[in-house]
């Protein structure tokens, strides 16, 4: 019925998640006044999400698994945080640990917010970029990852927060999978992933 | 009663915050209008590139649990011309810029209520000018900082705070002036452009009758959180879920 409709009037159906379908670390997303779709719009994110952990599938049967296990170096390098081990840093650690870290990990989000990237360093004062490399990958879900941990164990409304950033990393993940090729970067893609599907079923 | 002026674009916000101080006997001394017209920001609606000062349709977006209304196709110019209220026009949409500044340099009131375009940071020069500038956050403050908390907040726990704020340099840390906090029951209401202004003009208006300048400091033992722009599916799960109870 309502495909013959559409068809009838030449009504065109978005059927896709409309965020990813552009490179989103070229082209980033606003998200301002995004339009509202109804609970369709489920459908179409778990449907993004699921086909990228069957894209991560496939291509870890292809380029292998290792133990995938990370070991952090200091995170702190002269007056710099080093992303990439201050993350594994915080993935492996207690809650503990996790709430004293708080204030960096908001300051992080906050940047993340306003550029849409994730820096290879940031100054240890006052967490600017201190780098203008965003392209080492292996991040992103080790951001979403770290973020998932903070999501868990908040019961405020401060979870959205975190959770409002997984999603946005999560979507430039999806944006750029092809891009992933190291084993580490889609063995976590695929993890932020599926954690990420485990709070939408929560949510809805 | 507060001497004031108004600082607007023409959106849902400034046409519900007018039409509804004028219609309790608030009437500001001044109006600046940002209008660049080449420029269409996000939070216009379809209409309001579309309807000129001298339509007579009308289109009333109504929130009947708190009892309040506006006319989304009255234009603003339309309202203050009706209501003799003086005005200026900049042709620019940036708060900070050069023009902007010179015209609440002019303003004779200590206070303006600000309507200008969302997500804006107002900068030092602006804010050294003598004036105080009246926001109104949908947000209850502290708690709830930042961008589109409306939708966080009914997810979290089906309310809408909203906060009369002077704006400072920081973001929603400015003097809490009047507060208050809304349970919505009825359903279909649009977040952005019908229940994020009235709850806003409700407020606003609430403050104004009440109209002690009561600088309250926020509350430094509630926890401050500060939101950033929804996600498309927080902002789906927050209507589905408002809609549904």
Redesign the interface.
């Known amino acids: 019925m309502i495909e013959s409709i559409t068809k009838d009037f030449n009504i065109k159906i978005e059927n896709k998640y409309t965020y990813t379908q552009r490179n989103l670390l070229k082209f980033p997303h606003k998200y301002q006044y995004s339009k509202f779709e109804g609970n369709l719009f489920f459908d179409k994110i778990k449907e993004d999400r699921l086909s990228s952990i069957s894209f991560f599938e496939n291509r870890l049967h292809k380029v292998g698994i290792n133990n995938n296990i990370l070991t952090h170096q200091e995170y702190k390098f002269n007056t710099n945080l080093i992303l990439k081990d201050f993350l594994i840093y915080l993935s492996n650690s207690t809650n503990e640990i996790l709430i004293k870290e708080k204030i960096v990990i908001h300051l992080l989000i906050k940047r993340f917010e306003v550029g849409k990237k994730l820096y290879l360093t940031y100054d240890l004062k006052e967490i600017r970029k201190s780098s203008l490399e965003f392209e080492e990958l292996l991040n992103y879900p080790l951001f979403s990852l770290v973020l998932y941990k903070y999501y868990s164990i908040t019961k405020t409304e401060e979870r959205f927060v975190y959770l409002n950033a997984i999603l946005k990393v999560n979507d430039i993940i999806s944006s750029v999978k092809s891009d992933f090729i190291l084993s580490d970067e889609i063995y976590y893609s695929k993890k932020a992933f599926e954690s990420e599907l485990k709070i939408i079923g929560e949510l809805i | 009663m507060i001497n004031f002026s108004v600082l607007l674009i023409n959106n849902n916000r400034s046409k519900a915050y007018l039409q509804n101080l004028i219609k309790n006997g608030f009437i500001p001394k001044k109006a600046i209008i940002l209008n660049d017209k080449n420029v269409t920001l ?2 216009h609606t379809e209409n309001d590139k579309l309807i000129s000062k001298d339509s007579n349709q009308k289109f009333i977006r109504r929130l009947i649990d708190l009892d309040i209304e506006f006319d989304e196709k009255e234009h603003i110019l339309k309202t203050v011309e009706n209501n003799n209220i003086e005005y200026i026009i900049v042709d620019s949409l940036d708060i900070n810029s050069k023009e902007v500044i010179k015209e609440v340099e002019n303003i004779d009131e200590e206070y303006i209520v600000y309507s200008g375009p969302g ?1 804006t940071i107002l900068r030092a020069e602006i804010l050294s000018k003598g004036k105080k500038f009246i926001h109104v956050h949908p947000g209850w403050l502290p ?2 900082r930042g961008s589109t908390t409306i939708y ?2 009914m ?3 089906s309310t809408v705070g909203c906060s009369v704020i002077l704006f400072e340099e920081g973001i929603d840390e400015g003097p809490v002036l009047y507060k208050q906090n809304y349970k919505i029951l009825e359903k279909q209401i649009d977040f ?1 452009y019908v229940l994020d202004p009235l709850v806003r003009t409700k407020t606003l208006v609430g403050f104004f009758k009440n109209s002690l300048l009561n600088l309250e400091k926020q509350d430094e033992n509630e ?1 401050a ?13 927050s ?2 879920k408002y809609n549904k109870k």
């Open positions: 996000a939070e997500g708690k709830f966080y907040s997810l979290h726990n952005d926890e959180t500060t939101f950033f722009i929804v996600h498309p599916f927080i902002k789906h799960a209507i589905i």
